[in-house]
């Protein structure tokens, strides 16, 4: 047994059809039959059986795939781990942020940090508020840029926060939509309306979402876009409304934003830098948490 025929058991297990495993796993589909035969032989037991045209998990079968499956996770997890242990002691700090922060915050803070420590390398990615806290809470990462995070949840007792900076929140809608033309547009008039998010969760905007269209009596109807592209192509064929960030570096030409000037208030989300607070960080990435301590945009 090695960790490729567990990957293979894993795919077909999932997609529960031969032929598109063995497409997905980029092999041929007699490669992947000899090994899962082989597995079976191991363990001396049937993993799949037939029905119609699909190849779903027997009892034995789906006893094996939930430790598979967990030990899979743990052992990407472990890699992502010891990748990021090797790049701190490269000089390499770690940091999953928010795409509001791409094209202005994140060069900004690498540069200045730069002119105090010149060989310190950055490793950037891209992600929203619930990937990031799971960087950090998994090692993946050293620190997180990231919004407002429901803290009724016990796994964030492990995390520090400082706030760095504020975000106006916009509300987008495309060219057609029937809000455009609308002056001084109150939240109670939202009620039928559909609201794009990146991720439905309760971090982030999302709070903020939630929190208005409550105080004006009504649960929003939120609809997952999972990408900031999507998001925003969605919006401009007038399919729904969001908010987002005035920072947000996807912006479309076809998407306007709405007029809220009448509401009495401006909805805005807090920034944040986030670390574990049981981490061992390496020599460079204490001084980048001293320099961003220091930091704020507010």
């Known amino acids: 047994m090695n960790y490729q025929s567990l990957i293979y058991f894993k795919v077909t297990a999932e997609l529960q059809h031969f032929t598109r495993a063995a497409n997905t796993l980029h092999i041929s589909q007699p490669a992947l039959s000899k090994a899962i035969h082989n597995l079976e032989k191991e363990l001396g037991a049937h993993l799949f059986e037939k029905e119609g045209r699909n190849a779903i998990l027997t009892k034995c079968g789906k006893l094996f795939y939930t430790y598979v499956e967990a030990a899979i996770s743990e052992i990407n997890v472990g890699m992502k781990a010891v990748k990021h242990l090797a790049a701190s002691q490269q000089n390499t700090i770690v940091i999953s942020a928010l795409t509001s922060t791409f094209h202005d915050l994140m060069p900004t803070v690498i540069h200045q940090f730069r002119k105090l420590n010149e060989n310190c390398q950055f490793s950037v990615e891209y992600k929203y508020?619930?990937?990031?806290?799971?960087?950090?809470?998994?090692?993946?990462?050293?620190?997180?840029?990231?919004?407002?995070?429901?803290?009724?949840?016990?796994?964030?007792?492990?995390?520090?926060?400082?706030?760095?900076?504020?975000?106006?929140?916009?509300?987008?809608?495309?060219?057609?939509?029937?809000?455009?033309?609308?002056?001084?547009?109150?939240?109670?008039?939202?009620?039928?309306?559909?609201?794009?998010?990146?991720?439905?969760?309760?971090?982030?905007?999302?709070?903020?979402?939630?929190?208005?269209?409550?105080?004006?009596?009504?649960?929003?109807?939120?609809?997952?876009?999972f990408n900031d592209f999507n998001l925003f192509t969605q919006v401009s064929t007038g399919e729904g409304i969001s908010f987002v960030s005035e920072y947000s570096p996807f912006f479309v030409s076809d998407v306007i934003e709405l007029d809220l000037s009448n509401c009495g208030f401006k909805p805005y989300i807090n920034l944040y830098l986030v670390w574990k607070k049981s981490s061992e960080l390496s020599t460079i990435s204490q001084s980048f948490l001293k320099f961003m301590l220091s930091y704020s945009e507010w």
């Open 129 to 225: 508020t619930s990937a990031i806290i799971q960087d950090i809470l998994q090692g993946k990462s050293d620190f997180g840029i990231c919004s407002d995070i429901n803290k009724s949840n016990t796994d964030y007792a492990f995390l520090d926060m400082n706030l760095i900076r504020r975000e106006r929140l916009m509300l987008i809608a495309g060219p057609n939509h029937h809000l455009v033309q609308k002056k001084n547009i109150l939240i109670e008039e939202l009620a039928n309306e559909q609201f794009f998010v990146y991720i439905n969760s309760d971090h982030g905007s999302n709070i903020i979402l939630r929190n208005l269209c409550h105080k004006a009596g009504f649960k929003p109807k939120i609809i997952e876009a």
